[in-house]
């Protein structure tokens, strides 16, 4: 007994040291590719470097052995990897513009070619409460005439024309009773011209500009309709519309942290140390450093929270799906009991009145004669 315990118990020494053994090289692994990371300043990443892409507008991004992979001037999409949460990225790209006139009104010139320099010029009219909460829009202010609209999409989503007139409802009816503006007045109200643009950044093959019509989504195309909205949407993954980000750096770096934190996911690594790290990485290197060093928990903390509103939207979603499976399979199964109670009823008048009543008997002792009857009458 006592040989016995003595081996059970060199055995439990055995597994523990094995288990140490084993936390110390995870450990050794995860520091070794911290340090990896850091000492990459001679990347292609560092600030130096960026602003040299920016010059020659040619980028090509570089990560180490440790998991960065490279594409040069065009996006790769990762199959099979978890993506960064989409709401998470659209409030972040809100946050980066909304937070920054400057960069907004950058991002203004860039869209439009032009050269305006003051900010202050800008009114915002984001739609900060609506009676819907999914209606609220991430950008909108007025500059120079023109009533910006600006939605960020990490999905691709061909009823954005019609968002944007729900959008543009809202906005001018908010700055006709800022006016104190009566529709049904004689004299005409002046508008603020709209322009619509969506800025996307979804895994889902897209060209670098396309156009959004309202009119594709009306059912008689006969018919001239009265009423159009065309919305501009732009592919901002990274390595796509060059010049656009060579004129905003804003989005330009914008578009690496986003690639970046999708490709520390793809390392494994949990949403929160993926995020972390990302962060961390482009703080070394250059990309939305202010932003980052300034706002670096909100922005943790924003994407995390997002994170956790994704998994609860997914469960909502699954069960939605699968009471809405069950409930589909239920009402089949009425419906299917209801025409067969139907379908013997008719071959029983038709035995009646046939008088086959021997027929009829078998027939409701015998599921198998009575198929033989239903392709006889063809029931």
């Not at 000492?39 to 991004?61: C, I, M, P, T």
């Not at 909502?316 to 009823?345: D, T």
């Amino acid at each position: 007994m006592g040989k016995r315990a003595g081996v059970a118990v060199y055995g439990i020494r055995w597994s523990l040291l094995l288990n140490m053994e084993g936390e110390k090289v995870k450990r050794m692994q995860k520091a070794q590719k911290q340090k990896s990371l850091k000492s990459q300043e001679g990347s292609d990443f560092g600030r130096e470097a960026v602003l040299e892409r920016r010059r020659e507008r040619a980028g090509v991004l570089i990560r180490g052995a440790d998991g960065i992979r490279r594409f040069a001037g065009r996006y790769i999409k990762w199959t099979g990897y978890r993506k960064v949460r989409r709401s998470a990225k659209d409030r972040l790209f809100r946050f980066l513009f909304d937070k920054d006139r400057e960069a907004l009104l950058q991002l203004y010139n860039a869209l439009n070619g032009t050269d305006y320099r003051d900010a202050s010029a800008l009114q915002v009219v984001t739609i900060e409460s609506a009676v819907y909460v999914v209606m609220k829009n991430d950008l909108a202010f007025i500059l120079a005439g023109t009533l910006n609209l600006y939605e960020h999409q990490s999905t691709y989503n061909s009823n954005m024309p019609v968002r944007f007139l729900i959008y543009l409802a809202e906005e001018y009816q908010k700055l006709i009773e800022q006016a104190e503006s009566s529709l049904y007045g004689t004299k005409q109200i002046p508008l603020p011209t709209p322009q619509c643009v969506v800025f996307y950044n979804g895994e889902k093959q897209a060209p670098e500009e396309e156009v959004l019509r309202l009119s594709d989504a009306f059912i008689n195309r006969n018919r001239e309709a009265d009423v159009e909205l065309k919305v501009r949407m732009l592919n901002i993954n990274y390595g796509y519309n060059r010049e656009l980000m060579d004129r905003c750096h804003v989005l330009e770096e914008y578009a690496q942290f986003v690639e970046v934190s999708r490709q520390f996911m793809a390392d494994g690594l949990t949403v929160k140390e993926a995020l972390e790290q990302a962060i961390q990485y482009c703080m070394e290197h250059g990309i939305l450093y202010e932003t980052l060093r300034d706002y670096r928990a909100e922005v943790l903390g924003m994407l995390l929270e997002e994170f956790d509103v994704d998994k609860y939207e997914r469960t909502i979603r699954k069960e939605g799906m699968e009471e809405g499976i069950k409930q589909g399979i239920e009402q089949g199964i009425e419906q299917g009991q209801a025409l067969g109670v139907e379908r013997s009823n008719h071959l029983a008048r038709i035995l009646i009145e046939q008088n086959r009543v021997e027929d009829l008997k078998r027939a409701a002792f015998d599921p198998a004669y009575q198929k033989e009857l239903f392709r006889e009458f063809r029931l």
